[in-house]
C-alpha cells in the first residue's frame, strides 16, 4: 500500500456545512440570549440567601444588646465597689490620706480655701438680705 | 478593523456598544464557528457553544485589558468553551473524550451537514488520536489554516513547539491512514 503524504495529497476540506441562512439570524439569537440574562438579574431583597443572612445577623445583634449593656454597667459597679471598699472596709483614715500629701497638693488646698473666702466675701457684701442673715 | 483601540472603546461604551458588538459578530461568527465546529464537529452542539461563547465575550469585554488582540482573545474563549463543553458532555454520557468523538465521528456520515467522504472521516478518525494539544494545532493549521503567529498567541504556545507540534501531528496521521 502507498504511503499516505498529506502534502501529497489534494487540501482535504473539514467537510462541515451549517444550514442555509444559518449564520442570517444568529447575531439576533446571541443578541436575544444576552438580553435573557440582563433581565434575569433577581434583586437583592428577593435572594433567599441574603435574606436569611440579614435575618441571622439581625438575630445576633439582638443577643449581643445585653452583653454589650452588661458590659458597660459592671464597669461603672466596680468603681463604685471600690469606693465603698476604700471607705468602709479599708483601714485608711483621715491621718493616713494627710500623710500621703505632698506640698504641692497643700499649696492647692490653700489656694481653694482663699479662693472659697474671696467669694465669700463677695457674696455677702453683694447680699441685700445680709442684714436678716446675720440677725439670725 | 481598522483600529482595534478605537473599536474597543466602542464595545464599551454603552452608547456604541450594541452596534459595535454588531460588527464584531458579524466579523467573527463564521471563523469562530468552524473554530469550534473542528473541536465539537457536530452542528448542534457548535450552535450552543457559539453563543456561549459571545455571550461570554460580550459578559468580559469590559475586563478585557487589551495585553491581547481582540482577536485571539475571542479564539481563545471558544477554545476554552469548546474543550470544556466536550469533557462535559463526555462525562455526561458516561464517555472517556475519545470515546466519544469516535461515536461524534461515526455519527457524521449521518449528519446533514457534514459532506465528507472517506477520506474525511478517516482523517477525523486520525485526529482523534493525537494528544489534545497536538490535535488543536493540527486543526488550527491544516483546516483553519492560521498562521503559526496566531495560533501562538491563542494557545500562548511558541512558534517553534508549534511548528514541532504540527509536524509529529503529520507523521502520526500519515501512519494512521497508511496502515488503516
Given at each position: 500500500m502507498k504511503a499516505f503524504k498529506l502534502e501529497n495529497e489534494p487540501k482535504i476540506k473539514p467537510g462541515f456545512k451549517t444550514p442555509?441562512?444559518?449564520?442570517?439570524d444568529f447575531s439576533a439569537k446571541v443578541l436575544q440570549q444576552i438580553n435573557d440574562k440582563e433581565v434575569k438579574v433577581i434583586p437583592i431583597y428577593k435572594r433567599k440567601k441574603v435574606v436569611a443572612m440579614l435575618a441571622a445577623a439581625v438575630v445576633i445583634i439582638a443577643l449581643m444588646i445585653p452583653i454589650v449593656n452588661n458590659y458597660n454597667n459592671s464597669k461603672e459597679l466596680d468603681e463604685a465597689t471600690l469606693e465603698t471598699y476604700l471607705s468602709y472596709?479599708?483601714?485608711?483614715?483621715q491621718y493616713d490620706l494627710i500623710r500621703e500629701l505632698d506640698t504641692r497638693d497643700i499649696e492647692a488646698i490653700n489656694k481653694n480655701v482663699a479662693l472659697e473666702e474671696e467669694t465669700l466675701e463677695d457674696i455677702l457684701s453683694s447680699n441685700p438680705n445680709i442684714e436678716s442673715l446675720i440677725s439670725e | 478593523m481598522t483600529n482595534e483601540k478605537e473599536f474597543i472603546a466602542q464595545l464599551l461604551n454603552p452608547k456604541t456598544q450594541n452596534a459595535a458588538f454588531q460588527i464584531l459578530l458579524s466579523e467573527y461568527q463564521k471563523p469562530l464557528y468552524s473554530h469550534i465546529r473542528n473541536i465539537v464537529l457536530n452542528h448542534d452542539d457548535t450552535d450552543d457553544v457559539l453563543q456561549n461563547t459571545f455571550v461570554k465575550v460580550f459578559q468580559y469585554l469590559k475586563n478585557f485589558?487589551?495585553?491581547?488582540?481582540l482577536f485571539s482573545w475571542m479564539y481563545r474563549i471558544a477554545t476554552n468553551e469548546a474543550l470544556t463543553f466536550l469533557s462535559q458532555k463526555a462525562k455526561l454520557n458516561g464517555l472517556t473524550s475519545e470515546a466519544l468523538q469516535n461515536k461524534t465521528i461515526e455519527n457524521l456520515k449521518a449528519d446533514t451537514y457534514f459532506d465528507g467522504d472517506e477520506i474525511q472521516i478517516k482523517l477525523q478518525k486520525a485526529i482523534v488520536t493525537l494528544p489534545e494539544k497536538q490535535k488543536l494545532v493540527f486543526k488550527m493549521k491544516?483546516?483553519?489554516?492560521?498562521k503559526y503567529e496566531e495560533i501562538s498567541e491563542i494557545l500562548g504556545t511558541s512558534v517553534g513547539a508549534l511548528k514541532a507540534s504540527y509536524h509529529h501531528a503529520v507523521k502520526k496521521i500519515e501512519i494512521y491512514v497508511t496502515s488503516n
Amino acid at each position: 500500500m502507498k504511503a499516505f503524504k498529506l502534502e501529497n495529497e489534494p487540501k482535504i476540506k473539514p467537510g462541515f456545512k451549517t444550514p442555509d441562512h444559518y449564520f442570517d439570524d444568529f447575531s439576533a439569537k446571541v443578541l436575544q440570549q444576552i438580553n435573557d440574562k440582563e433581565v434575569k438579574v433577581i434583586p437583592i431583597y428577593k435572594r433567599k440567601k441574603v435574606v436569611a443572612m440579614l435575618a441571622a445577623a439581625v438575630v445576633i445583634i439582638a443577643l449581643m444588646i445585653p452583653i454589650v449593656n452588661n458590659y458597660n454597667n459592671s464597669k461603672e459597679l466596680d468603681e463604685a465597689t471600690l469606693e465603698t471598699y476604700l471607705s468602709y472596709e479599708s483601714n485608711l483614715n483621715q491621718y493616713d490620706l494627710i500623710r500621703e500629701l505632698d506640698t504641692r497638693d497643700i499649696e492647692a488646698i490653700n489656694k481653694n480655701v482663699a479662693l472659697e473666702e474671696e467669694t465669700l466675701e463677695d457674696i455677702l457684701s453683694s447680699n441685700p438680705n445680709i442684714e436678716s442673715l446675720i440677725s439670725e | 478593523m481598522t483600529n482595534e483601540k478605537e473599536f474597543i472603546a466602542q464595545l464599551l461604551n454603552p452608547k456604541t456598544q450594541n452596534a459595535a458588538f454588531q460588527i464584531l459578530l458579524s466579523e467573527y461568527q463564521k471563523p469562530l464557528y468552524s473554530h469550534i465546529r473542528n473541536i465539537v464537529l457536530n452542528h448542534d452542539d457548535t450552535d450552543d457553544v457559539l453563543q456561549n461563547t459571545f455571550v461570554k465575550v460580550f459578559q468580559y469585554l469590559k475586563n478585557f485589558k487589551g495585553e491581547s488582540k481582540l482577536f485571539s482573545w475571542m479564539y481563545r474563549i471558544a477554545t476554552n468553551e469548546a474543550l470544556t463543553f466536550l469533557s462535559q458532555k463526555a462525562k455526561l454520557n458516561g464517555l472517556t473524550s475519545e470515546a466519544l468523538q469516535n461515536k461524534t465521528i461515526e455519527n457524521l456520515k449521518a449528519d446533514t451537514y457534514f459532506d465528507g467522504d472517506e477520506i474525511q472521516i478517516k482523517l477525523q478518525k486520525a485526529i482523534v488520536t493525537l494528544p489534545e494539544k497536538q490535535k488543536l494545532v493540527f486543526k488550527m493549521k491544516y483546516f483553519e489554516e492560521l498562521k503559526y503567529e496566531e495560533i501562538s498567541e491563542i494557545l500562548g504556545t511558541s512558534v517553534g513547539a508549534l511548528k514541532a507540534s504540527y509536524h509529529h501531528a503529520v507523521k502520526k496521521i500519515e501512519i494512521y491512514v497508511t496502515s488503516n
